[in-house]
């Protein structure tokens, strides 16, 4: 999953800073000390310097699917690891570097998620969706990242990428039910009884992320196209679309 997400953060960063393969090289590779001299192009390099499992998102969600034969069945969420990225632009002008270092950093800072027409199609089926943070490592900054290296210290920004890794099998189970009633009782007033009426409704999976809005009440469509909404018979509800994610390109 490393190599899907390589690719879609490539297509992106291009996209995001209208770079074309002869405006600057992009590298994944270790970063070495003479990578600035006599460059005719700048290169962006993007080190992956850690992968562990996240310590701030467990997947612990367990969510219900279609199958491909239209069943319905049950799948955990994969494991969430974290991708921690070292980011450098070379050049042989420190002038070049620093506009492209920023315009990258602004890119980043402004957006949460890599746009889903730049994720491959692997990526783009995954859930929850990788997640970017440009807040600091405070185990490992850039100045011990560049003394490790053995590289001169330069100017560079740290990215967090927070992904599921690997695909989780999905559990065949029976249909989901249509209604929940659920009843409340007051052990003082035996006569006090009331009920609350929920539905399951099914809506393109599309619209996954999106809201189910109705008279009574609102909920999340899930992945699968259903929700679980208080409602009545007659009660109009309106599914509304996720908002679109940020391309973060300024």
């Known amino acids: 999953m490393i190599e899907e997400l390589d690719r879609s953060m490539e297509a992106w960063l291009r996209d995001a800073l209208s770079l074309g393969s002869r405006d600057a090289e992009l590298s994944f590779e270790r970063p070495e000390a003479d990578w600035g001299q006599r460059r005719s192009v ?9 992968l562990a499992p996240s310590a701030t998102r ?20 994969a494991p969430i690891m974290a991708a921690r990225f070292l980011i450098s632009v070379w050049s042989s002008d420190p002038a070049v570097e620093h506009d ?16 889903q027409r730049h994720l491959t199609p692997a990526l783009a ?32 920004t740290q990215l967090l990428v927070e992904l599921p890794v690997g695909r989780p099998e999905p559990t065949t189970t029976n249909d989901p039910p249509d209604i929940v009633e659920i009843g409340f009782a007051n052990r003082n007033s035996p006569a006090a009884r009331s009920s609350r009426r ?16 109705g008279p009574r009440g609102a909920a999340v469509v899930q992945d699968s196209g259903r929700y679980l909404i ?3 018979p007659g009660d109009e509800i309106v599914v509304e679309p996720p908002e679109p994610d940020g391309d973060g390109d300024g």
């Open 230 to 232: 208080e409602a009545q």
């Open 198 to 213: 929920r539905v399951f409704g099914t809506s393109d999976p599309s619209l996954a992320g999106g809201s189910a809005i």
């Open 125 to 156: 089926e995954m859930r929850p969706a990788p997640v970017l943070s440009t807040r600091p490592d405070e185990e490992t900054t850039v100045a011990t990242l560049w003394q490790s290296l053995e590289v001169p210290a330069r100017v560079a």
């Open 100 to 115: 492209l270092l920023a315009r990258i950093a602004h890119v980043l800072s402004s957006s949460q998620r890599i746009p």
């Open 58 to 77: 467990a997947a612990s969600s367990l969510r219900t699917v279609r199958t491909p034969d239209g069943a319905w069945a049950r799948q955990r969420d």
């Open 42 to 50: 700048p290169l962006i390099n993007l080190f992956l310097y850690t």
